[in-house]
Every structure is written in C-alpha cells, then in structure tokens.
C-alpha cells in the first residue's frame, strides 16, 4: 500500500461565509441533540470551511488522569434511548449541555468567553467542530454496530478510535458492552481512543459521558436522569475497575493531519488485534471530507492489526457545502481502499453508514 498524501491545511482553503451547513435543505429535520431535537443555524451563519488566518489546533494526547482533574463535583445528565433494528433498546447517559454551560459560565466568571459551541453555530472549522451535540448518524452506527454485536463480528478484544468522537455515542455503546462481558473474557485487553479537534469536547462531555456509562454499568439502582455526585473515591473505583477489566483510554484532540495520524499510531498503533476506527459526520464540507478521508486511511495502513476497518456515517449529501457520502466514497477507491455500504436511513434526510477497507486486509 503506497504511503497516503496529506495535501490539507488551512491556509490552501478559501474563507467561504454565504452559506451555513445545509442551509438550503428544505426538508431537513432537526438534529438529534440533548433533548433529541437541536434547531439548524440560520442561513447567517458560515462555518463548514477552514477561516482565513486562523492556526489549525495541533495534534496532542491527553491522559486520562488529567482530564479526570478537569471534572466538576456534580454532573447532571439523562439518557438518550435508541431502539435498535431487533426491537431490543441500547440507553446510553449523557451529559446535559445546560450543565456544560453553568460549568463553563462558573469557570468563566460569568464572561462567556467560553462558550464558543454552545450557541446557535453548528460548526466553526478550525475552532468548533460540533463536538458538544450529537448527531443522527451517530446513532446509526451504534445500531450497526449492535447488529454486528449480535453475530459476534464486535469482539471484546481490539482497538476502537473514533474520529471526530464529540458525545461519542457508538463508543459510549461499545464500551458498556465491554463492561457487561467482562466476567468471561478478563484476559483480553480492550482500547478506545477518542478523537475531537476540540479538547474542551474531551473534558466537558467525551469523558464525562464516559463515566456516565462507567457508572451506569456498575452502580445499582442507576436512574435515567438526575446527578451523579463525583469525588476521589468514585474516580479511584473507575481508574481502579479500567485497571481490573484492562480496559484502556486514550485521548486525542487537534486538526487531522500526517503529525496526528502519527501520534495515534505511536499510542494505539503496536498491538496486533482488531482495529475499529469510527467516524460520523465527519466529511460535511469538502474541506473536511479530503482531511478525514486521508486521516483515516493513514491510520489504517500505519496501524498494525490483524483485521482493520473503518464505519464511516453521513448524510447522503450535505447542502450548500458541498460534502457527500458519494464523493468520500470516490475519494477513498482512488487512494486504494474497499468501500461498501451497509445501511441506510429514509427518514427525514437521507444518511448512509459505509465500511471501508484497505484491500488485501
């Protein structure tokens, strides 16, 4: 497999600011978000496209003990239900976006400052990637991946990444379910990495939707909505139970670029099993479809593993940028890769999950 290309930055992009992402789909319905429905920004708005002058965050990893540091003493959360294709539901908590704010508001001192992805813009490239708000297609792949669970095709061992993470639903799944079957398979390892351009993402809700989870599994009498009170002896039983269950988190943040396809390999990269790499609505504009697809395809010919392949989630087609599941899938063949499509969704705005493969894996 030739070595792939990284040809992306923000500087070879012009600034675009007529149009906001899908402003001009008429039939599309709202996005899923904290309370299952996140109005569309107004046609005002521009964000899908790199802005002129602004530096690209540069890849960093970030441990776990230093993001558990960043958590407040309370977390107020409720939980998003989805009802997969067999009938049976997945309930995953999530963090509230109201209690984001009071956070960020506190920390803040009531500026706001820091606030940027909690108004009404979707995405800004190269500051916001929609990280705090979650996404149809997100749920689409966690359906596909308890399809896939069901026929034993998700193993307990391997690697999980998921690019563009955000509130990290599929890996939310992914890892209840490797805290559920852990009594029979305590000798095998399991490891997630969790991406997101922004490292305010990874502290305010990837992590916290992660402990959320952590504590759904192993807490009796867990209820679907309230506050999960957070001191030293809850974070040292979830350090403690990750060590036991050899369960391992890594974290990412920065601009998709050769140097994080780099950093992810050299943390995730030398072990051998199964390598998952998730991504939905990652490829919205064309700018961001070209650096996801060659960030995605870096990884899987950098990584080492006995089975790699990726489930990468989008809307068929995103109006007024330009991103679409056809191009990404165009763009993935020409650089050598299998690209098959799986699922597909109807209702509301056409979405497609497809998997990718590098041939000859």
């Given at each position: 497999?030739?070595?792939?290309?990284?040809?992306?930055?923000?500087?070879?992009?012009?600034?675009?600011?007529?149009?906001?992402?899908?402003?001009?789909?008429?039939?599309?319905?709202?996005?899923?978000?904290?309370?299952?429905?996140?109005?569309?920004?107004?046609?005002?708005?521009?964000?899908?496209?790199?802005?002129?002058?602004?530096?690209?965050?540069?890849?960093?990893?970030?441990?776990?003990?230093?993001?558990?540091?960043?958590?407040?003493?309370?977390?107020?959360?409720?939980?998003?239900?989805?009802?997969?294709?067999?009938?049976?539901?997945?309930?995953?908590?999530?963090?509230?976006?109201?209690?984001?704010?009071?956070?960020?508001?506190?920390?803040?001192?009531?500026?706001?400052?820091?606030?940027?992805?909690?108004?009404?813009?979707?995405?800004?490239?190269?500051?916001?990637?929609?990280?705090?708000?979650?996404?149809?297609?997100?749920?689409?792949?966690?359906?596909?991946?308890?399809?896939?669970?069901?026929?034993?095709?998700?193993?307990?061992?391997?690697?999980?990444?998921?690019?563009?993470?955000?509130t990290a639903l599929p890996s939310l799944a992914v890892f209840q379910w490797a805290l559920q079957?852990?009594?029979?398979?305590?000798?095998?390892?399991?490891?997630?990495?969790?991406?997101?351009?922004?490292?305010?993402?990874?502290?305010?809700?990837?992590?916290?939707?992660?402990?959320?989870?952590?504590?759904?599994?192993?807490?009796?009498?867990?209820?679907?909505?309230?506050?999960?009170?957070?001191?030293?002896?809850?974070?040292?039983?979830?350090?403690?139970?990750?060590?036991?269950?050899?369960?391992?988190?890594?974290?990412?943040?920065?601009?998709?670029?050769?140097?994080?396809?780099?950093?992810?390999?050299?943390?995730?990269?030398?072990?051998?099993?199964?390598?998952?790499?998730?991504?939905?609505?990652?490829?919205?504009?064309?700018?961001?479809?070209?650096?996801?697809?060659?960030?995605?395809?870096?990884?899987?010919?950098?990584?080492?593993?006995?089975?790699?392949?990726?489930?990468?989630?989008a809307k068929k087609v995103y109006f007024g940028v330009g991103g679409s599941m056809e191009d990404?899938?165009?763009?993935?063949?020409?650089?050598?890769?299998?690209?098959?499509?799986?699922?597909?969704?109807?209702?509301?705005?056409?979405?497609?999950?497809?998997?990718?493969?590098?041939?000859?894996?």
């Amino acid at each position: 497999m030739s070595a792939f290309s990284f040809s992306f930055s923000g500087d070879d992009i012009e600034e675009d600011t007529s149009n906001s992402i899908e402003a001009d789909a008429k039939d599309e319905r709202k996005h899923v978000a904290e309370s299952g429905s996140l109005q569309r920004p107004s046609p005002s708005t521009s964000s899908a496209f790199p802005i002129s002058g602004q530096p690209l965050l540069p890849p960093k990893s970030h441990s776990l003990t230093t993001l558990l540091a960043t958590l407040p003493s309370t977390i107020a959360y409720s939980t998003l239900t989805i009802k997969l294709d067999d009938g049976n539901e997945v309930k995953l908590p999530r963090r509230e976006l109201w209690d984001v704010r009071v956070q960020l508001m506190a920390e803040d001192e009531g500026s706001g400052e820091g606030m940027v992805g909690l108004g009404k813009d979707d995405v800004k490239t190269g500051v916001y990637e929609g990280g705090f708000k979650s996404w149809e297609s997100s749920v689409d792949v966690v359906k596909e991946l308890a399809r896939r669970r069901e026929i034993s095709q998700v193993r307990r061992d391997g690697r999980v990444l998921e690019l563009g993470c955000g509130t990290a639903l599929p890996s939310l799944a992914v890892f209840q379910w490797a805290l559920q079957n852990s009594g029979s398979l305590e000798d095998e390892d399991m490891s997630f990495g969790l991406a997101d351009y922004n490292p305010t993402v990874l502290q305010l809700v990837t992590l916290p939707n992660l402990l959320l989870s952590w504590a759904k599994v192993t807490s009796a009498g867990w209820e679907e909505e309230g506050e999960l009170e957070i001191d030293e002896g809850l974070i040292k039983d979830f350090i403690a139970d990750l060590g036991k269950q050899k369960i391992h988190l890594h974290f990412f943040s920065g601009a998709w670029s050769e140097e994080f396809v780099k950093l992810v390999a050299e943390n995730m990269g030398s072990t051998t099993g199964e390598i998952k790499i998730i991504g939905a609505e990652t490829i919205y504009s064309p700018f961001a479809l070209k650096s996801f697809a060659e960030t995605l395809l870096g990884l899987m010919a950098s990584m080492d593993g006995k089975e790699k392949t990726a489930l990468v989630a989008a809307k068929k087609v995103y109006f007024g940028v330009g991103g679409s599941m056809e191009d990404f899938c165009q763009m993935v063949r020409e650089k050598g890769a299998a690209v098959e499509q799986i699922r597909e969704e109807s209702d509301g705005v056409r979405r497609a999950v497809v998997e990718v493969k590098i041939t000859g894996s």
